[in-house]
């Protein structure tokens, strides 16, 4: 799929607005939207670890669950998935499982990061599904939601 640079701030603006409803919950303000080939935002999620009381409940699995009921399958061919930071090694995992092929992230995750930080899980050749990986989109806006965050919290 190919977004215009308008059509990838969009998307991460709607990321945002999904981190920002983790952050008004107390939650570290990572949000996460799925986008189909027809430009719809198949799936949303934010990061809901404590009000779900569940480790798994990053942004991106929450994401990628909605996007499997709404489209009834476990394949997620044809989508983009735009993420505030870049994923974790769980997410890095479940977004190959999930067979997506385009992941967009805000900024990068030097403690955790799978896709390039610490981890190239999206892009491994020796894992049967690779991702094509762009960062850097609104990096500022990602990166300052988590700083204010965690400044807030000292």
Request: with cysteine; aromatic share 8%; charged share 25%.
């Amino acid at each position: 799929m190919f977004f215009s640079s308008d059509e990838k701030e969009f998307f991460m603006r709607a990321a945002l607005t999904e981190a920002k409803k983790a952050a008004d919950n107390d939650e570290v303000p990572i949000g996460a939207v799925l986008v189909s080939a027809d430009r719809k935002m198949i799936g949303r999620g934010f990061n809901r670890r404590e009000l779900d009381g569940r480790a798994t409940h990053h942004a991106e699995l929450l994401a990628i669950e909605a996007a499997n009921e709404t489209v009834g399958n476990w394949r997620l061919l044809d989508s983009a998935l735009f993420v505030t930071i870049e994923p974790c090694v769980m997410c890095a995992g479940a977004i190959g499982l999930a067979r997506i092929p385009e992941v967009y992230y805000g900024a990068a995750n030097p403690k955790f990061g799978a896709v390039a930080s610490l981890y190239q899980i999206l892009t491994d050749t020796r894992l049967n599904h690779r991702v094509q990986v762009e960062s850097g989109i609104l990096e500022k806006e990602c990166a300052g939601i988590m700083q204010e965050f965690f400044k807030n919290r000292r």
